[in-house]
């Protein structure tokens, strides 16, 4: 069956780059929800997309932004890196209301 | 304090042993996941729950909604299993709330 699919799945840049992280849904699933995991710490949520619109926001700094694209994978962009934003990214989708299936991660490290 | 507490934090069994690990919330929930996340990071979805019990292999989670209480059972135990599992509760809004996940260690 069909998996989340983020890439890429590492990534390394410098202080004050940019980095954009994607991520594909499982076929069907309408919402898509982004997650940060820093070192030794619990996943946070991000934001999330429900057909296409943003439906919640978290913790995410004003520096990153996102979108969800018409054929439903999603895009987080971030600007202006710093050392703090070194993390495991996950994506996760689901059915709105339903289980959420995650995707493998992206870790980026930012030097 | 947390909205989702685990316990134990760190766990080592033997082979074959019966675990079980804890899950507490403080909020109103539509729903209660199990995660399990193993070294490198990859995050798999256990189950869903929303009342009762559900069973899948050798895993078994249950939630009792007046208590605000999940557990995470494994039977039979396996080193394959080991594993950070995660509790995660979806409360009005649609993103999940993470506890602090327990680290299973099952030797052989």
Redesign the interface.
């Known amino acids: 069956a069909a998996g989340v699919i983020q890439s890429p799945r590492h990534l390394i840049k410098e202080k004050r780059e940019t980095a954009t992280l994607k991520c594909y849904p499982i076929p069907r699933h309408d919402t898509v929800y982004w997650y940060q995991q820093g070192p030794g710490q619990d996943p946070q949520f991000l934001i999330s997309f429900y057909e296409k619109m943003q439906s919640d926001k978290g913790s995410i700094p004003d520096r990153f932004s996102a979108q969800q694209f018409s054929d439903y994978h999603s895009e987080l962009n971030m600007s202006s890196l710093e050392l703090g934003d070194s993390a495991l990214y996950f994506c996760a989708s689901s059915l709105v209301g339903d289980e959420q299936f995650f995707g493998p991660g992206t870790r980026l490290t930012v030097l | 304090k947390n909205e989702v507490e685990q316990s134990p934090q760190n766990l080592t069994a033997q082979e074959g042993e019966f675990i079980t690990i804890n899950c507490s919330y403080s909020v109103g929930i539509?729903?209660l996941?199990w995660?399990q996340q193993h070294p490198g990071?990859?995050?798999?979805?256990l189950f869903?729950l929303s009342s009762g019990k559900k069973k899948h292999g050798r895993l078994i989670a249950t939630i009792n909604i007046q208590e605000k209480h999940s557990s995470l059972h494994i039977t039979a135990s396996h080193p394959r299993d080991s594993a950070v599992y995660?509790c995660?509760v979806r409360s009005s809004?649609?993103?999940?709330?993470?506890?602090?996940?327990t680290q299973l260690t099952v030797l052989p």
């Open positions: 539509s729903a996941h995660l990071g990859g995050i798999v979805s869903m995660i995660a809004a649609r993103q999940l709330t993470f506890g602090s996940g």
